[in-house]
């Protein structure tokens, strides 16, 4: 016995001894495994880091480019918008919504209210095939013992189907034998619905029927047939600031007017008595500087109050004035946006009805309201020309209530001193009438007119040469008169004498404002014209000449 313990001792104590060096072994192994795992965290955290700030600079380019992508030109805005805008009108024209649309359908809720108990038929039907088929004890007592009444049962549902379908099912479930004649019964029940269904699918299908798209014209362009379709609705467009959905409201509302107004009619009518008299308040004359046409009107001679005396003459001037707005604008060309599709209004205030009569300036608005409404971006530009005193200060007071932005930032207004500077500024002499500071008359159409300034008290002078036997003529206008005003023929060779053409003469305002003259040269030389300027102020000169060959020498 004392040797076993010795020898457990012995055990234990070489155990004890060979379980420490282990320990000691076994510290430092774990430490090793531990410490990669340890680092592998931060490693794999310093990757992040530098994905992280590899990929930071790229996200500040990505965000550079997607600003430059998010502001589009305004080309591309202007695109973008015609052809949200064509794709509206397209639809409006498939539904036929510019013409003034039929009262709706009532019978359209019938289908809804037949499909109901084919419905509730339906559920009672998934109701029944939930119940056990097998009968019950006492089910199959009571049809052992009233066979008539199971037999009967189907007859009774069939009766009973017509007045109420739930009934039908209970009693049919309780049928011993027939689980069939069941089923039978509710297909017979169902059967019973559905034909109303079938009817109600056929009045769906007759109001879907395909309906032609409506063709509207306007301003005798037909909608979205050409490129001439596509300059009218950018001006419906720029007219509501590119908004797509009021320019569509615009559009159509356009075209009711014209329909209720018969515009097309009244183009094709013959003027009344009274065009001549209106012929003179408002006339489309020349072109200006870039190439759009110049429509001139006339506020003074409203105050005529034969023509005006009452408002169904009023009535007729408009009438006729938008004819003749119907006129010039089908006269344009729209063939593309380069295209000079609009006008230059010139509005003389001269003489211009004061601010007292106002049931003659509602009129005045109410017919312009018209032409801003359904002649929308046609004024190119707007100048005002001889605008008295008490306008300008109204206008500054009342004009941005009155007009929007957008028709204020085309308008130019200018007083009696400054009017044909205006006019000039925008349009060239030659195009203008003589009634407003320019020389349009009947010489030739292509003849250019040269500007020039006589300054105060001096002597201004032109020459106009002639190298051979010819016609010379020309025509000269100064701005506000009050200068002397002669011409004469120099020869060019020696010997030759100096032919007087027209004595100096002085040239007030109520004189002819523009001076035609003409000399027939046998010789070559120049006719020399002398404006003398003895006022303190400097004056506009206008003139132009031709020449043509003499067939009598």
């Known amino acids: 016995m004392a040797q076993e313990e010795a020898q457990k001792k012995s055990a234990d104590v070489v155990l004890v001894s060979t379980e420490k060096p282990m320990t000691d072994k076994e ?30 600079p790229v996200k500040e380019e990505e965000t550079v480019v997607a600003e430059k992508v998010i502001v589009p030109s305004p080309e591309e805005l202007e695109k973008k918008a015609l052809e949200e805008f064509k794709e509206l009108v397209r639809e409006a024209l498939n539904k036929r919504e510019f013409t003034t649309p039929a009262p709706p359908v009532k019978e359209e809720k019938k289908p809804e209210e037949e499909k109901k108990p084919a419905e509730e038929s339906k559920e009672e039907e998934k109701k029944e095939e939930e119940k056990p088929a097998v009968p019950t004890q006492e089910e199959a007592v009571k049809s052992e013992e009233k066979p008539s009444e199971a037999a009967a049962a189907p007859a009774e549902t069939k009766s009973e189907e017509k007045a109420a379908v739930p009934v039908t099912t209970e009693k049919a479930s309780g049928a011993e034998e027939d689980g069939t004649k069941t089923v039978e019964a509710i297909e017979e029940s169902i059967v019973s619905v559905t034909p109303p ?3 109600a699918e056929t009045t769906v299908i007759t109001e879907a029927e395909p309906v032609e798209p409506e063709e509207v014209s306007i301003y005798g362009v037909p909608l979205l047939q050409d490129e001439r379709s596509n300059v009218i609705l950018l001006k419906f467009l720029r007219a509501r600031d590119f908004k797509v959905k009021e320019a569509l409201t615009m559009l159509k509302n356009t075209v009711q007017w014209r329909k209720e107004n018969k515009i097309d009619e009244l183009v094709e009518t013959e003027a009344g008595e009274e065009a001549s008299e209106f012929e003179k308040m408002v006339f489309a004359h020349g072109v200006d500087k870039e190439g759009h046409v110049v429509i001139y009107s006339s506020y003074g001679e409203f105050q005529n109050k034969e023509l005006f005396s009452d408002k169904e003459k009023l009535n007729k001037f408009l009438n006729w004035r938008i004819q003749l707005q119907e006129k010039c604008v089908r006269a344009l060309d729209f063939s593309s946006p380069d295209a000079k599709s609009s006008f230059v209004f010139v509005s003389d205030f001269r003489n211009a009805p004061g601010l007292g009569k106002r049931a003659l300036w509602q009129f005045i608005r109410r017919a312009v309201k018209q032409f801003e409404d359904n002649y929308p ?172 060959p003499r067939s009598d020498v």
């Open 377 to 548: 971006e046609f004024a190119t530009r707007e100048l005002f020309i001889n605008v008295p005193w008490w306008y300008i200060p109204y206008y500054k007071t009342f004009g941005s209530i009155i007009t929007s932005p957008r028709t204020r930032s085309k308008m130019v207004l200018a007083g009696p001193s400054k009017s044909a500077d205006t006019i000039f500024k925008y349009i060239s002499p030659e195009q203008v009438p003589v009634k407003y500071g320019g020389l349009s008359k009947d010489i030739t159409t292509g003849d250019t007119v040269t500007e020039a300034i006589a300054k105060p008290a001096a002597k201004y002078t032109i020459e106009l040469p002639a190298s051979e036997a010819c016609t010379l003529s020309w025509e000269l206008r100064v701005l506000g008169a009050d200068v002397s005003y002669g011409a004469q023929f120099e020869p060019t060779t020696e010997g030759s004498y100096v032919v007087i053409v027209s004595k100096n003469r002085k040239i007030g305002l109520t004189d002819e404002p523009v001076i035609t003259d003409s000399f027939k040269v046998g010789e070559p030389g120049k006719v020399v014209i002398t404006i003398d300027n003895q006022t303190s102020k400097k004056k506009k000169v206008l003139y132009r000449f031709k020449t043509q």
């Open 197 to 199: 269904e079938s009817a």
């Open 27 to 56: 510290v430092p192994v774990p430490e090793k495994e531990v410490t990669p795992e340890e680092k592998a965290v931060p490693e794999k955290d310093e990757k992040v880091t530098a994905e992280a700030e590899k990929s930071a």
